[in-house]
């Protein structure tokens, strides 16, 4: 099993920035690409951004490309998600998940392990 816990969310008015974290344990971080997913009330989890195992590729929704950064440190078994620009649409809760995957997922069916989830609130 792997666990994961996120934490850094909160409220932040728009245009405001946040740092989430995800820290892994339980089974080889390395082994593992990442992603962070976000479900608003009423609506489907939907993927946020994707790194491979060893950072060096990244992928994004449209909706948080330019906005938005991934990134890990498998020193600290740490996934990280820079948010700027923030807006009220941006609302949700965020989860981290892993994959053994080698390639970009944007599935969440295809995710192994997922956390428990942080709440993001965007103010107008």
């Known amino acids: 099993q792997m666990q994961l816990v996120e934490s850094g969310g909160g409220l932040v008015q728009a245009g405001g920035s946040l740092r989430l974290s995800c820290a892994a344990s339980g089974r080889t971080f390395s082994s593992y690409a990442m992603g962070w997913f976000r479900q608003a009330p009423g609506k489907e989890r939907e993927f946020v951004a994707a790194i491979s195992r060893y950072g060096d590729n990244t992928y994004y929704a449209d909706s948080v490309k330019g906005r938005f950064a991934i990134s890990r440190d498998n020193a600290k078994n740490t996934v990280y998600l820079q948010m700027n620009s923030l807006k009220p649409e941006d609302t949700a809760v965020y989860y981290c998940?892993?994959?053994?995957?080698?390639?970009?997922?944007?599935?969440?069916?295809?995710?192994?392990?997922w956390g428990q989830g942080t709440q993001v609130t965007v103010s107008s």
């Open positions: 998940a892993s994959t053994l995957s080698i390639v970009m997922i944007t599935t969440p069916g295809r995710y192994d392990y």
